[in-house]
């Protein structure tokens, strides 16, 4: 294992990096370290891929990234570390997590970003009315995208009769959920002053839980799998660190095998949620002329006053990264508002000015609100933001509603990694 090193020294995870939002977090992440951490300090920024191939070109191309913003003296202060991982193989999550946790000291942060969208194509038709007749609805909410139904994964190991893993909930979800329980360990090592370590799950601005049927948690009847997907990990994250989720998110989930009667609430890990607001990515494959389109619709639905269109991904990147990096008490601080008003954890979206200068808003949740306060927004700018066309203000029984939800899917998703770590297990011991 590494050396422990100085309390200014970081190690963050963060997967899904060799394009779009994953390695715009990465360069983020390096940039806001050294602009606002001690000389002293180092950060070692753990990125995940797929293959050797991707991690050396993705490594090459950060390194490169911080010599040219920051000068190649910064160099000796940020540390790129490639790891390979399939979120869809559970065997593989399995193989990282065991080198994480023999190879570093600790994690003070995991951004759990690689994912998977799904889709099969584009209802152009609807599209192009769509946009014509609403563009800025439907750039930011769009209800056009065509999704495979009932798609799962490969055999997950080749011992015994396996239950059916929905592909996309697999890669967005129980991957990355399973991923963060094993690494509870070297989370709980991140101390005193940003400590405990953080768990940040990246969302969608799209994930809406009416997308999301609770007796189907995989997906795998959803002709939305990717917002249902991401409709679980807002109901995940914001229900995280409530009461009635207590059995299986913290005495189950954030268990190491300690007794909790020797853990101290103030040294476990926090999970939140974010999302990168709009962005020009690849995640839905266009031909040149149409991805061009698509920036310029987002351009427009920025000029139209819109907040959430960064367009960049490294602007994209603003919530996420404020989540990982920021000082504990600057996050406290963000929230405070909304907890002083009876409410709990916020979902934070990158925002833009209409001449690109990003920064991080709460973000209208279903059932949920802005930091599940009831009522009227109590913070001014949320209630001049934008929001989605029908959206009312939250009501006590549809937040009652979401708990509850919370309480249901945290309590599947343990009974799921369980049930999964039991397969696993005896797949290694047939090995």
């Known amino acids: 294992m590494a050396s422990p090193g100085s309390q200014d020294d970081k190690h963050i995870l963060v997967t899904g990096a060799n394009s779009g939002l994953g390695f715009s977090i990465c360069c983020r992440l390096a940039d806001e370290f050294l602009a606002t951490h001690p000389t002293s300090g180092t950060i070692s920024v753990i990125f995940t891929t797929r293959s050797t191939r991707k991690a050396e070109d993705t490594r090459r191309r950060l390194e490169a990234h911080v010599q040219s913003s920051a000068g190649p003296e910064a160099q000796k202060r940020v540390h ?7 979120l ?4 593989s999550v399995r193989s990282l997590s065991r080198r994480l946790l023999q190879n570093f000291p600790k994690l003070d942060a995991i951004v759990l970003n690689a994912g998977l969208g799904g889709w099969s194509g584009i209802d152009w038709p609807r599209a192009v009315f769509g946009v014509l007749t609403d563009l800025l609805h439907q750039v930011t909410w769009p ?6 139904v009932g798609c799962v994964t490969e055999k997950q190991t080749k011992t015994e009769e396996e239950p059916p893993l929905g592909e996309v909930f697999c890669a967005n979800v129980l991957g990355h959920y399973m991923l963060a329980h094993n690494v509870v360990p070297l989370l709980k090592k991140a101390g005193a002053p940003d400590g405990p370590g953080r768990i940040v799950w990246i969302s969608s601005i799209e994930a809406t839980h009416r997308f999301f049927n609770v007796e189907d948690i995989q997906g795998l009847r959803s002709h939305s799998p990717y917002e249902s997907s991401k409709a679980l990990t807002d109901i995940l994250a914001l229900t995280s660190n409530l009461p009635s989720v207590a059995p299986w998110a913290v005495d189950s989930f954030l268990s190491d095998g300690t007794d909790r009667k020797d853990v101290k609430t103030e040294d476990l890990p926090v999970t939140y949620v974010a999302h990168p607001g709009i962005c020009a990515t690849a995640i839905v494959p266009l031909a040149l002329p149409l991805m061009w389109a698509m920036v310029a619709s987002f351009a427009f639905a920025r000029l139209l006053g819109s907040p959430w269109h960064p367009i960049s991904t490294y602007l994209g990147a603003c919530a996420p990264v404020f989540l990982a990096l920021a000082a504990k008490n600057a996050i406290e601080a963000a929230e405070a508002p909304y907890q002083q008003a009876g409410g709990g954890r916020a979902k934070w979206g990158s925002t833009s000015t209409l001449f690109g200068t990003g920064g991080y808003a709460s973000t209208e949740t279903d059932g949920w609100g802005h930091g599940g306060v009831v ?5 001014e700018a949320d209630r001049q933001r934008q929001r989605k066309r029908g959206a009312i203000d939250l009501t006590r029984e549809d937040k009652e509603y979401f708990v509850e939800l919370g309480r249901q899917c945290w309590k599947q998703m343990e009974q799921l990694r369980v049930q999964w770590e039991g397969i696993l297990d005896r797949a290694e011991k047939s090995a």
């Open 80 to 86: 790129f570390v490639p790891e390979l991982v399939d």
């Open 375 to 379: 009522g009227r927004p109590v913070v």
């Open 88 to 91: 869809s193989n559970l065997l």
């Open 143 to 148: 209800c056009y995208k065509i999704a495979r």
